[in-house]
T-cell receptor, first 112, second 107 residues
Framework: DGGITQSPKYLFRKEGQNVTLSCEQN?????MYWYRQDPGQGLRLIYY???????QKGDIAEGYSVSREKKESFPLTVTSAQKNPTAFYLC???????????FGEGSRLTVL | AQRVTQPEKLLSVFKGAPVELKCNYS??????LFWYVQYSRQRLQLLLR??SRESIKGFTADLNKGETSFHLKKPFAQEEDSAMYYC?????????FGRGTSLIVHP
């Protein structure tokens, strides 16, 4: 099995704490993405990475950070600066051949 | 800047009825357009892309550049079609999604 693997599925955090969401892929995708999914708002792009050691801010990057030290891994850190972090987070990889996005199962973060 | 608009948050139909989920886009270049679907408790997955012009699970979508639309259609809805549907546009490395339409098919 494989594809895009996100962990943990569920995460609870106290206010003021940073938390890191893991995203791993074995599809050999160069480009990877983090989206935030909220009811009625669709998918909003947080960060994306076209290639190792490079990443760009998306539409709602404030309060988030990422790294891309390896092709297989694209972790997202939700910092204490993010004002409304409770959400469902989706990681995806892009097939360069077809333009299709492959998604993970998502991580649901709840701030208590 | 690219933009994708799905005007309906919710579409409710009875089994066997035709279904059309609307998608309009704004983009100055030649777009690549996609429909993604998220069934309950499953991950978001590709339903179809305009470039392949195929029919998946009875769904079709035609790109209308004049009206800048990419509506998703199915002549006879089934209960298993109930899901969240997202229209997406890809320009370069940045895919942009609409807000999604929840389709409910009643028995």
């Amino acid at each position: 099995d494989g594809g895009i693997t996100q962990s943990p599925k569920y995460l609870f955090r106290k206010e003021g704490q940073n938390v890191t969401l893991s995203c791993e892929q074995n599809l050999n995708h160069d480009a990877m993405y983090w989206y935030r999914q909220d009811p009625g708002q669709g998918l909003r792009l947080i960060y994306y990475s076209q290639i190792v050691n490079d990443f760009q801010k998306g539409d709602i990057a404030e309060g988030y950070s990422v790294s891309r030290e390896k092709k297989e891994s694209f972790p997202l850190t939700v910092t204490s600066a993010q004002k409304n972090p409770t959400a469902f987070y989706l990681c995806a990889g892009l097939s360069a051949n077809t333009g299709e996005l492959f998604f993970g199962e998502g991580s649901r973060l709840t701030v208590l | 800047a690219q933009r994708v608009t799905q005007p309906e948050k919710l579409l409710s139909v009875f089994k066997g009825a035709p279904v059309e989920l609307k998608c309009n886009y704004s983009y100055s270049g030649s777009p690549e357009l996609f429909w993604y679907v998220q069934y309950s408790r499953q991950r978001l997955q590709l339903l179809l892309r305009h470039i392949s012009r195929e029919s998946i699970k009875g769904f079709t979508a035609d790109l209308n550049k004049g009206e800048t639309s990419f509506h998703l259609k199915k002549p006879f809805a089934q209960e298993e079609d109930s899901a969240m549907y997202y229209c997406a546009l890809r320009a370069g490395y940045i895919p942009t999604f609409g807000r999604g339409t929840s389709l409910i098919v009643h028995p």
